[in-house]
């Protein structure tokens, strides 16, 4: 008897599919069982595509797929339809596909199953069911998750807790390649230590998966023990009968092997190894991007520390700390960094700025800057000619740039600090970078306005004016680069606030690792914590990278025992000069009276003290030709205070009370002290003039409307 009729006699028929080609060779059984004449026939693919459920015949490519991958039979159960698409019958499918040509070919056997069994129907076979649609949202969520993960950790802990529809691993564990010998890279579950010391030659099955490049699966005890006899007592302690080994494999390449173990029973059905082949992808995908973003990202911190100076702890009279933490992004290293320069006349300079852009050549201006900076500095020239020094530096190495190799150009911003340790004086200059904010010794903290310039390389002979500070005991200044401000879609203002409530919360100690703790509290607050979300609360916010430095000057006296770094009855104080050039800055004397009384207690006298200071300032600069010296302090107990608001100016002629009609627009300065302040007047100096009000906390403490020595000023 032929073989053709004998495979007719069991209803068996052969099919020859080349996918490549667009063909499908058909026997007469074959053309017979899917519902053609029964003669032998060559179709093109799309006609035979008819015959099958529309469902099924998208299946059986995934299937297809996977025994390509695997080097196995493909076998599916298909659904033949006829022209109205009702279902006729149904056939197994079982062949052995091979790659040709870029696509493959597949030869095997058609099969007529039995039917259903009653209650069962054929639209809602094994294949469509509601495992199928589980699958599917699996493998989605499965995708989600791996493709979120930024670290081998991360991988691992996702695909830990993978729960897979159908069978769930009792154990899972990812093997990698250290030269001739397995590396258990993690595990989940039962401890796979003594698996870790196999070479490849070993006769376990991770080592043949990684060996061959092709999966095993072992679905009982016995065919584990007996094709695998030399490791079978090191894995039957575990006490699980089905064990899947899978390769990891990644632009070709075998990079390891995953194991997942079943404490039940499972047949690994084409489904369920399509299931697992699917997350052996995209696990070995996973895999290598995180080893290859963390490898970028510890060259990253290598460059970066390599560059960064350590701080000098032993400032007298002074406290200092420092952080920097790089963006998240490989080898976007960016350009932050600080320095602590001893200078030659015994005081200290503190360096902080940022390069523009997030890349290796931002990373090497830094270090050229950083340098150039140095130098300039221990010449000992003053702040503001070092600025200027290294806005020179940085245009030349960009001009040269442009001209040799086309580059685009590049600016930087740059905070430099002159400290006197000995009196807490800070001469600082500033170009283009965020103002330092100080912490006083009552815990407020104000952003100290300062004078500035361009950023560094924009202009070769930028200016760039001083301005003078005085930190005192107690107080604690911090400067940082705008990625500590503005990461998580904050601006200035609204990441200045953020920054605010976390200094504030601080409580300080007496020794230096309180400022280490506040300098941890500042990363953590603008990161958040280490997440493999990119959305909610939890997500790694690295958008830029962060340098800060803290500087606190130590209360006199102060210890563990008495108070830590506040003086045991803190004075708040703030002082601030405006120009005559400078009239935007009137708005910056607003907003610092404003936040010198953020807490105090009557909303109205804060709306008071505004009001006056804006028109004390604006006196100054419409009737003298000087600047105006503003200065306002606070001292007393909480609900007790008095503030008193001082502005200087170097006019002798002393304010005239006037009589405004209701259309003018001026003169009504001193009625406004008269009717807000609690007391004011004003103070002839050798050098000009003061005028100056205070407000009472309790009003009662008030000592009326003007003082004594405000009536021959008036």
């Known amino acids: 008897m032929r073989t053709e009729d004998l495979l007719a006699a069991i209803a068996t028929g052969l099919w020859r599919w080349d996918n490549a080609a667009?063909?499908?060779?058909?026997?007469?059984?074959?053309?017979?069982?899917?519902?053609?004449?029964?003669?032998?026939?060559?179709?093109?693919?799309?006609?035979?595509?008819?015959?099958?459920?529309?469902?099924?015949?998208?299946?059986?490519?995934?299937?297809?797929?996977?025994?390509?991958?695997?080097?196995?039979?493909?076998?599916?159960?298909?659904?033949?339809?006829d022209e109205r698409g009702r279902v006729q019958r149904i056939v197994r499918s079982r062949s052995r596909p091979r790659i040709v040509d870029g696509g493959f070919e597949l030869v095997g056997t058609l099969q007529e199953v039995p039917e259903p069994q009653p209650g069962t129907s054929a639209a809602h076979t094994p294949i469509t069911g509601d495992w199928r649609r589980s699958r599917e949202a699996f493998l989605l969520d499965a995708g989600r998750?791996?493709?979120?993960?930024?670290?081998?950790?991360?991988?691992?802990?996702?695909?830990?807790?993978?729960?897979?529809?159908?069978?769930?691993?009792?154990?899972?564990a990812v093997f990698g390649i250290e030269g001739d010998r397995l590396s258990v890279i993690g595990h989940h579950g039962d401890d796979e230590r003594p698996f870790v010391a196999m070479t490849l030659e070993t006769d376990y099955p991770a080592a043949e998966v990684i060996r061959t490049g092709r999966a095993i699966y072992l679905p009982t005890p016995e065919e584990y023990s007996r094709r695998y006899p030399g490791t079978w007592p090191l894995a039957a302690r575990f006490r699980r009968t089905s064990w899947a080994f899978l390769p990891l494999v990644n632009a070709g390449r075998t990079i390891g092997a995953w194991m997942?173990?079943?404490?039940?029973?499972?047949?690994?059905?084409?489904?369920?190894?399509?299931?697992?082949?699917?997350?052996?992808?995209?696990?070995?995908?996973?895999?290598?991007?995180?080893?290859?973003?963390?490898?970028?990202?510890?060259?990253?911190?290598?460059?970066?520390?390599?560059?960064?100076?350590?701080?000098?702890?032993?400032?007298?009279?002074?406290?200092?700390?420092?952080?920097?933490?790089?963006?998240g992004g490989g080898l976007a290293v960016g350009g932050d960094w600080y320095d602590m320069i001893p200078l030659p006349s015994g005081r200290i300079a503190l360096v902080i700025g940022d390069v523009q852009g997030h890349d290796v050549r931002a990373a090497g201006l830094m270090g050229q800057l950083r340098i150039a900076l140095r130098a300039y500095a221990s010449e000992g020239h003053h702040p503001d000619a070092v600025l200027s020094r290294a806005s020179r530096f940085l245009a030349g190495i960009n001009e040269t740039a442009l001209r040799g190799h086309g580059e685009?150009?590049?600016?930087?911003?740059?905070?430099?600090?002159?400290?006197?340790?000995?009196?807490?004086?800070?001469?600082?200059?500033?170009?283009?970078?965020?103002?330092?904010?100080?912490?006083?010794?009552?815990?407020?903290?104000?952003?100290?306005?300062?004078?500035?310039?361009?950023?560094?390389?924009?202009?070769?002979?930028?200016?760039?004016?001083?301005?003078?500070?005085?930190?005192?005991?107690?107080?604690?200044?911090?400067?940082?680069?705008?990625?500590?401000?503005?990461?998580?879609?904050?601006?200035?203002?609204?990441?200045?606030?953020?920054?605010?409530?976390?200094?504030?919360?601080?409580?300080p100690g007496g020794d230096g690792e309180s400022l280490e703790r506040l300098a941890d509290a500042l990363v953590q607050a603008v990161h958040g914590p280490s997440s493999h979300h990119t959305t909610g609360p939890l997500a790694d916010r690295r958008e830029?990278?962060?340098?800060?430095?803290?500087?606190?000057?130590?209360?006199?006296?102060?210890?563990?025992?008495?108070?830590?770094?506040?003086?045991?009855?803190?004075?708040?104080?703030?002082?601030?000069?405006?120009?005559?050039?400078?009239?935007?800055?009137?708005?910056?004397?607003?907003?610092?009276?404003?936040?010198?009384?953020?807490?105090?207690?009557?909303?109205?006298?804060?709306?008071?003290?505004?009001?006056?200071?804006?028109?004390?300032?604006?006196?100054?600069?419409?009737?003298?030709?000087?600047?105006?010296?503003?200065?306002?302090?606070?001292?007393?107990?909480?609900?007790?205070?008095?503030?008193?608001?001082?502005?200087?100016?170097?006019?002798?002629?002393?304010?005239?009370?006037r009589c405004p009609g209701e259309l003018a627009s001026s003169g009504r300065g001193l009625m406004l002290l008269e009717l807000l302040a609690g007391s004011w007047g004003v103070d002839p100096r050798g050098d000009g003039k003061s005028t100056w009000f205070e407000l009472y906390e309790d009003a009662g403490d008030a000592a009326g409307p003007a003082s004594p020595e405000s009536g021959p000023a008036a």
């Not at 009855?569 to 120009?579: E, K, N």
Request: hydrophobic content about 45%; charged content about 25%; overall charge negative.
């Open 408 to 507: 685009d150009q590049r600016f930087a911003t740059c905070l430099y600090i002159e400290v006197d340790p000995a009196t807490g004086l800070l001469d600082i200059a500033r170009a283009g970078h965020p103002d330092p904010a100080i912490r006083m010794s009552d815990g407020t903290v104000l952003v100290r306005p300062t004078a500035g310039g361009l950023p560094l390389g924009i202009v070769p002979d930028a200016d760039y004016p001083t301005t003078r500070l005085v930190l005192e005991p107690g107080e604690t200044m911090m400067v940082c680069t705008d990625g500590l401000i503005e990461t998580g879609g904050h601006d200035l203002e609204t990441g200045w606030s953020r920054l605010r409530d976390i200094i504030e919360a601080h409580q």
């Open 544 to 657: 830029d990278d962060i340098a800060v430095l803290l500087l606190c000057r130590e209360a006199a006296g102060c210890g563990v025992g008495t108070g830590g770094l506040f003086a045991p009855q803190p004075i708040r104080r703030t002082v601030l000069s405006v120009a005559q050039a400078e009239p935007e800055r009137i708005a910056e004397a607003r907003r610092q009276v404003r936040d010198v009384l953020h807490d105090w207690a009557d909303p109205d006298q804060v709306d008071s003290a505004v009001l006056m200071v804006s028109e004390m300032v604006t006196n100054v600069l419409l009737h003298t030709d000087g600047e105006a010296l503003l200065v306002a302090e606070i001292t007393g107990e909480r609900g007790a205070r008095r503030i008193r608001v001082d502005v200087a100016d170097s006019s002798d002629e002393l304010p005239h009370r």
């Open 260 to 327: 997942a173990a079943f404490a039940q029973p499972v047949a690994f059905t084409p489904d369920e190894r399509s299931v697992l082949t699917t997350v052996a992808r995209m696990l070995a995908q996973a895999l290598a991007r995180a080893g290859m973003q963390e490898e970028q990202q510890e060259l990253a911190l290598g460059l970066q520390r390599s560059m960064m100076p350590t701080v000098q702890p032993d400032i007298p009279g002074m406290t200092v700390a420092a952080r920097y933490v790089p963006t």
């Open 145 to 172: 998750g791996l493709a979120e993960a930024r670290s081998t950790a991360e991988v691992l802990r996702v695909a830990a807790g993978l729960s897979m529809p159908g069978f769930m691993p009792d154990g899972l």
């Open 22 to 81: 667009g063909r499908v060779t058909l026997d007469s059984e074959a053309a017979r069982l899917l519902g053609l004449p029964a003669a032998p026939a060559e179709l093109t693919e799309a006609a035979v595509r008819s015959r099958f459920h529309p469902v099924d015949f998208a299946e059986i490519n995934g299937i297809v797929q996977l025994a390509l991958a695997e080097k196995t039979l493909a076998e599916a159960r298909l659904r033949i339809v």
